[in-house]
C-alpha cells in the first residue's frame, strides 16, 4: 500500500479548499469542491476528517456526504456520509488492475457538515494527476445551487444531507457540458441582502472574499481572504435573491407595522445591495464575464435586473420556474428534471459569452 499525504503533487484539488495545518488536513468545506488523482492499481483509499480531534460528529440528518466518480464515467460509483471524526474509507475497489483517474466530491453544502482530506493511499502507484484545460466557472448561489433536496419529493418535510446532491445540480450539469471545472460559494437560506430568516450574519457577499470563513471562526482562527489572483475563471454565474424577499416583504414585522412605504424602501435597499456585489464580483475578477440567472417568477428579479444593468458589465438570463411534470425536491425546490433543464438553458448563454 502507498500513501501519500494532503499537500502531495499527486492530488489535484477543485474549488476553494483551505488548509489547516493544526488539524493535519485540507478542507474542501464548499459544494461540489473536492480532489482529483490518478493510480495505477486496483483499489484506492482516503484519510477524512471533520475536524478537529474534539469536533463533534454531526447528528445523521447533517452529516458531509461525498460522491466519488471513476474514469471520467458520469455515474457516481459511490456516495458515503462522514460519519467518524477521522476515518480511513474505501473510495473504490475491485477495478480491473491498470491506469484509473477518481475524483471526489463534497455532495452536500458548507453549513451541514465538513469533510478533509489527511492521506490517500492505493495498492499501486501514484501518477501525476489529469491535465485541467483551465476553464472553469464559479457559481455564486442559495440552495438551489447547492442542491437542496433534489433526491427526494416535495413531501420531504425537512432538509437532511442525504436528500442533497451537488452532482445533480444546474451548476455542475451546466459546467459539464461546457467542458469546464467549477468552484462554488453558495449556502441555503443565503441572499445579497438578509438570509431568510432577515438575518445578515455570513452573507454570500461576506464570504465570497474568504476561503472558508465559517469554518475558520468556528476553530478560532483569523480567516484566509481567498487569492483571486491566482484563482482565474472564464465565467461567474450568480443566482440570489430569492431569500431576501422575506426581509423585502416585512416579513420580520408584526403585520400592523407593514406597510407599502417601508416595503419600496426595503426594495431599493435590496437593489443597492446586489449593485454593490455585482460590482465587488467585477472588481475581484476583471474581464471575466458575469451572469446572473433567475427564474421568470422571482419577486425581486426588476431590481436584480436594475442593478446588473446599473453596472454595465453584468448580463442577465431568466427562465421558467419548476414545472408540474418535473416533480418538485423537498420544499419546493428543483427536482433533478429542473435542474438537467435550467442547465441547458445556462450552458447555452455561457457559451455566447465565453
Same mark, same amino acid.
Request: proline content about 4%; hydrophobic content about 35%.
Given at each position: ?44 483509499? !482516503? ?16 452529516? !458531509?456526504?461525498?460522491? %466519488? ?101 444546474? !451548476? ?5 457540458? $461546457? ?21 445578515? %450574519?455570513?452573507?454570500?457577499?461576506? $464570504? ?27 465565467? %461567474?454565474?450568480?443566482? $440570489? ?8 416583504? $416585512? ?104
Amino acid at each position: 500500500m502507498v500513501t501519500v499525504n494532503y499537500d502531495s503533487n499527486f492530488i489535484e484539488y477543485n474549488g476553494r479548499t483551505v488548509v489547516f495545518e493544526n488539524i493535519d488536513a485540507r478542507f474542501f468545506n464548499w459544494s461540489g469542491s473536492g480532489f482529483e488523482f490518478s493510480f495505477s492499481g486496483t483499489s484506492a483509499f !482516503a484519510e477524512l476528517v471533520i475536524g478537529n480531534e474534539n469536533e463533534v460528529v454531526p447528528n445523521e440528518n447533517d452529516r !458531509a456526504y461525498i460522491g %466519488v466518480f471513476v474514469d471520467d464515467n458520469p455515474y457516481m460509483t459511490a456516495r458515503f456520509p462522514l460519519c467518524k471524526n477521522r476515518e480511513t474509507y474505501v473510495l473504490l475497489e475491485g477495478l480491473k488492475c491498470g491506469v484509473h483517474t477518481v475524483k471526489v466530491v463534497k455532495e452536500t453544502e458548507m453549513w451541514y457538515g465538513r469533510a478533509g482530506l489527511s492521506k490517500l493511499s492505493c495498492d499501486g502507484e501514484f501518477l501525476p494527476p489529469p491535465e485541467d484545460n483551465g476553464k472553469k466557472i464559479e457559481f455564486i448561489g442559495d440552495s438551489i445551487t447547492c442542491g437542496y433536496g433534489n433526491l427526494c419529493s416535495n413531501a420531504s418535510p425537512d432538509f437532511v444531507t442525504r436528500e442533497e446532491s451537488f452532482s445533480n445540480t444546474f !451548476a455542475a450539469m451546466s459546467a459539464k457540458m $461546457l467542458g469546464c471545472s467549477l468552484s462554488v460559494v453558495a449556502a441555503s437560506g443565503n441572499g445579497f441582502f438578509h438570509d431568510y430568516g432577515c438575518s445578515t %450574519v455570513n452573507l454570500i457577499p461576506e $464570504l465570497y472574499e474568504y476561503g472558508e470563513k465559517v469554518f475558520s471562526s468556528h476553530l478560532g482562527l483569523v480567516p484566509q481572504k481567498w487569492d483571486f489572483e491566482n484563482d482565474k475563471c472564464s465565467a %461567474v454565474v450568480i443566482k $440570489l435573491g430569492n431569500n431576501d424577499w422575506q426581509y423585502c416583504c $416585512l416579513a420580520d414585522l408584526p403585520k400592523e407595522e407593514r406597510n407599502e412605504k417601508l416595503t419600496s424602501e426595503r426594495r431599493k435597499e435590496f437593489e443597492e445591495t446586489a449593485y454593490k456585489f455585482f460590482k465587488r464580483v467585477g472588481e475581484l475578477r476583471p474581464e471575466t464575464p458575469i451572469l446572473f440567472i433567475c427564474e421568470d417568477d422571482t419577486a425581486l428579479k426588476r431590481e436584480c435586473f436594475s442593478a446588473a444593468k446599473r453596472t454595465g458589465f453584468v448580463e442577465t438570463l431568466s427562465f421558467p420556474s419548476k414545472r408540474e411534470y418535473e416533480g418538485v425536491g423537498a420544499n419546493g425546490h428543483y427536482s433533478p428534471c429542473t435542474h438537467a433543464r435550467v442547465a441547458k438553458i445556462v450552458a447555452e448563454k455561457l457559451r455566447e459569452m465565453i
